[in-house]
């Protein structure tokens, strides 16, 4: 029997089950990728998508919300009780959004804003030159240690006493050990300024209990809904209660109109997964399989960025081997490995074409990876990067990956049928 999207465009359904294809054959290192069950899935692609429905739950402007209403206070209360906050807003539609929302809420046009330089591990809504949000706000950028590439809290608090920043945001993309979200907090308060935390990349890890939780030390937390926490791609926002008011109109009236439903139930889901045990046991997985991968491709001679990690990625530093990280992502990809080239701290060449790569776990421990595999494809690297011209063996190594991947396909349910209760509805 086929499918309504294979009988009314074929075209697009073929696309979509070569992707699929794409996405079972390969190892998937990129660090914010990753594989949502058939749960999150089948909510992404439910009706709800139909529903226009502006406004926050008992305060609507469209009416038919009685399903609406229900589905995102579920969201809401999960949220709150898996991060421990006091509010939730789940309508932001993505992370970059959900920043902007938080600033906002927080500071208005010209005021000054420190993060993480793009460079050294920032993102680029932390203030990078290429953003709008540098040329919203006044931009200052801290970085990390250039010789260990550790964040230099006494450098970040220095840095904030001079320049008086009016919002400081804590949180990367690209770091690959723990941020102590304490010390923010403190060096805001030392300043006089509010603290944003932004833990896309960390959010399945710190309600894992895995990682440090900013929600007690940042007056807003923002996060995506993916990457660790394995759910559908949006944005959510958790804030203490002193500012649910200003944070909720912020984003509706001031910035979006009707949300995403659908993407909304399916956050609810993936929350709900993210509570249980078998979460737990996942997240910790990721980093130890993100620990052996990095001391294999030290054993091979890689040099990484902080020397390892404590999270879920890795960034190698490939200055001085010949190889830039765009060549050497692009060879991955044709051995069926799936990285992103990426810039390193003090790193002279264009982002364009950095000399670094950055890679993660958490897409192939979802698949059931562990240590022995990351073995496997640590080798699997060091034979691509030692051969970025040598078609004949990089097809090798992609026949290598097909074998490896077949023995973990992509699994649709992560938790036990019937485990999570239904949750109570204010």
């Not at 000399?355 to 595999?373: V, Y």
Request: proline fraction near 5%; include cysteine; charged fraction near 20%.
């Amino acid at each position: 029997m086929k499918t309504a999207l294979e009988l009314y465009d074929p075209q697009i359904y073929e696309l979509i089950r070569q992707e699929e294809v794409r996405q079972s054959g390969s190892i998937r290192l990129i660090p914010s990728e990753n594989y949502v069950s058939k749960a999150v899935m089948t909510a992404t692609g439910s009706c709800l998508t139909n529903k226009y429905s502006e406004g926050y739950p008992g305060r609507r402007y469209y009416e038919g919300q009685q399903v609406t209403d229900l589905v995102e206070t579920i969201a809401i209360n999960r949220a709150k009780d898996l991060f421990k906050a006091d509010h939730a807003n789940m309508q932001s539609y993505s992370g970059s959004v959900a920043n902007l929302n938080a600033y906002y809420t927080l500071i208005k046009p010209g005021d000054t804003i420190m993060g993480m330089a793009l460079a050294d591990g920032g993102h680029l809504t932390h203030g990078s030159r290429g953003s709008m949000t540098s040329k919203i706000f006044r931009s200052v950028s801290y970085g990390v240690n250039q010789e260990t590439g550790y964040i230099d809290y006494d450098y970040v608090r220095d840095l904030a006493k001079k320049e008086k920043p009016n919002l400081i945001i804590s949180g990367a993309t690209a770091y690959p050990r723990k941020i102590d979200f304490k010390i923010f907090g403190e060096i805001a308060k030392e300043v006089g300024a509010f603290h944003v935390s932004d833990i896309a990349h960390l959010s399945g890890l710190v309600v894992a209990g895995l990682h440090m939780s900013p929600v007690p030390y940042a007056d807003i937390v923002s996060t995506t809904t993916h990457k660790t926490l394995r759910g559908p791609r949006g944005g959510m926002l958790l804030c203490r209660a002193e500012h649910q008011k200003a944070l909720d109109r912020t984003i509706i009236p001031g910035q979006q109109g009707g949300p995403h439903m659908h993407t909304i139930a399916a956050v609810a889901v993936a929350l709900a997964e993210a509570n249980t045990p078998e979460f737990g046991a996942y997240a910790a997985q990721v980093i130890k399989n993100a620990a052996r991968l990095g001391e294999k491709l030290k054993e091979y001679g890689f040099k990484l960025m902080t020397g390892g990690t404590d999270n879920h990625l890795l960034l190698i530093d490939l200055r001085g081997s010949g190889v830039t990280g765009k060549m050497l992502s692009k060879a991955l990809d044709r051995a069926r490995i799936v990285t992103n080239f990426n810039s390193v701290p003090g790193d002279v060449a264009p982002p364009t074409n950095p000399n670094g790569l950055r890679i993660g776990t958490p897409a192939m421990t979802t698949r059931g990876l562990k240590e022995e595999q990351m073995d496997e494809i640590a080798s699997f690297i060091k034979r691509v990067a030692d051969n970025v011209d040598n078609e004949g063996e990089i097809a090798k190594v992609s026949r290598e990956v097909l074998l490896l991947t077949s023995q973990f396909p992509v699994p649709e349910h992560f938790i036990v049928p019937n485990q999570v209760k239904p949750p109570f509805v204010d």
